[in-house]
Each structure stands twice: as structure tokens, then as C-alpha cells.
């Protein structure tokens, strides 16, 4: 009974409500907005302002008119399209007391895939392979304002912990208000293994780039190189697979007697070590 006296005066409230825009015209959609929610400061019977807080699903309607491009329009002005702001209420105050907004046209676009994971390993073990999400790319629609600077979308923050297995799995994209995906997921693989060190001799290093008239003689002319990667990739590669090499204008440049090999190593590993890190050389001219 004491309720029911007490929620049957008169009180004032602020409330805030999220907008929303009608009336567009096909094949248009919101752009910018120079405000998203609202706030409203009513007054009314203790009853129907409860209504309004367990209902919470208001949303402040503004009508575009059919028009497009940019348009500012006072929110006091907008208050025949809310039906549930009744005549049991008074509107005391709209902050802010107008908004600007802009009707754009819908647009559908390319974006690349990015993952956002963050990855413990198991002690010794590390990622053995390139990164693969599918799909690689999406198509993502919206306005055009707000499609002009999106290029990259992300996937929720995914924790992968204390791995010794290979990865496999399904995340959703990080949502963009007023952007649709073309679809909400994407599949990430990547292979881990337990990462060792290789030790790879008698790696012969290449000489490029030197003119016919000269020759350039290292030595030694061969090298040894230590690498890093997964117990499995690093089975399978032979010193074929490591390439060494001096380019000639690179020794010119050097006011050293000594010159640094440039390697390269497959993908998916780490140098360690190059023995010897240096070469000495001579240049003999015919």
C-alpha cells in the first residue's frame, strides 16, 4: 500500500536512450552522428516512469524525410515520432538539444582479415608455421563515410594458452557499428612444435654480381649456420636448403678487409648462428 501511495505522485527523472533513424531513403543508411545517445529529463506519475526503466528498450526515433547527405535537426522537434514518450510524461530537458547527422549511401567493400590472438607456449615449443586465416578477406557493408577508412577488420581478442599442439580454430570479427559482414567468423590454423636448433656445415657462399673483367675470392669459402625452428620443419631441410652470398658492389662499399655473408634461411625459422660471421676476400682483376 505504501508503494502504490508513493509511486502514485509525481517525480522527475533523466533517462538515456540511444537514437535511431526512420524514414531513409532506399539504398541509404546512417553515416555519422554527431551524438549516439541521449538524455531525457521527464516528469510524471511515479508509475508510468517505472514503466519506462523495467521496458529498456526505448530507442529516441529521428526522421531522416527522405533526404540525404548532412541535416541537423532539434530532438524537441522529433518527439511525435516517439510514441512512447506519452502525454503522461513532460519533457523537461533534451540533451543536447539537437543533433547532426549524415544519410549516406550503402556501399559494400573488400577488407583484409587480421587475427588478434595472443599465444602462450608450452616450455620449448613456439609457432612452426605462417599464420592461415580463412577467409583472408570479407565483404563488409555500410555507409560510405563510415566505410572510407576501414580497410582492416579484426577478430575478437583470443587467448590460446600453454600450446603443444597444432592450432585450429573459430573466432568472430570484432563488430563495427553500422557495418555488416558478409560473414561473422573466420578459421585460424598455424602448426606447433617443439623448437630445436639445427646445425647446417659446409654451406658453399655464392659470390653475385661481379663484372667479367674480375673475380672475387673468399675465404673460406664456405660457412657454417646454426638455425631455429620446429623439430619437424627442421627434419626435413638439408643445407640445400640455407642460401649464402656476397654481392660484389656490397664489398666495394665495405672500407673493410672483412665482408658478412648475407643468408637466407626457409621461412618459419630463426638464425642463430653463422660460422664464421666474417670472410675475408680478395678481388683479382684480369
Known amino acids: 500500500m505504501w508503494g502504490s501511495i508513493s509511486l502514485s505522485g509525481e517525480y522527475t527523472t533523466t533517462i538515456k536512450v540511444p537514437v535511431g533513424l526512420i524514414d531513409l531513403p532506399k539504398n541509404y543508411t546512417k553515416g555519422d552522428i554527431s551524438d549516439k545517445e541521449i538524455y531525457l529529463r521527464l516528469r510524471g506519475k511515479g508509475w508510468e516512469l517505472a514503466k519506462l526503466f523495467l521496458a529498456r528498450n526505448q530507442e529516441f526515433l529521428i526522421s531522416a524525410r ?128 617443439k623448437i630445436v636448433d639445427k646445425s647446417f656445415d659446409d654451406i658453399l657462399v655464392e659470390t653475385r654480381n661481379v663484372p667479367q673483367s674480375k673475380e672475387l675470392v673468399l675465404y673460406p669459402g664456405k660457412i657454417s649456420v646454426i638455425i631455429k625452428g620446429g623439430i619437424n620443419k627442421l627434419g626435413r631441410l638439408t643445407k640445400d636448403s640455407i642460401t649464402a652470398y656476397v654481392d660484389f658492389w656490397e664489398v666495394l662499399r665495405s672500407d673493410e678487409g672483412e665482408v658478412e655473408p648475407i643468408i637466407k634461411i626457409p621461412a618459419n625459422t630463426v638464425l642463430v648462428d653463422v660460422k664464421p660471421k666474417k670472410l675475408e676476400y680478395i678481388i683479382k682483376q684480369f
Request: net charge negative.
Open 66 to 193: 527522405r533526404q540525404v547527405g548532412k541535416q541537423r535537426v532539434s530532438l524537441r522537434d522529433e518527439l511525435e515520432n516517439n510514441s512512447w514518450i506519452t502525454s503522461s510524461f513532460r519533457v523537461i530537458e533534451i540533451a543536447p538539444s539537437s543533433i547532426q547527422f549524415e544519410v549516406d549511401r550503402i556501399i559494400t567493400k573488400k577488407v583484409i582479415v587480421k587475427p588478434n590472438l595472443v599465444v602462450d607456449f608450452k616450455e620449448s615449443f613456439g609457432i612452426a608455421s605462417e599464420i592461415s586465416v580463412r577467409p583472408e578477406q570479407i565483404e563488409i557493408s555500410g555507409s560510405e563515410s563510415r566505410l572510407r577508412n576501414i580497410d582492416t577488420i579484426f577478430t575478437e581478442q583470443t587467448e590460446l594458452k600453454q600450446l603443444s599442439e597444432p592450432v585450429d580454430v573459430t573466432v568472430k570479427f570484432l563488430e563495427i557499428d553500422g557495418v555488416s559482414f558478409s560473414t561473422d567468423k573466420c578459421q585460424i590454423q598455424f602448426d606447433v612444435q
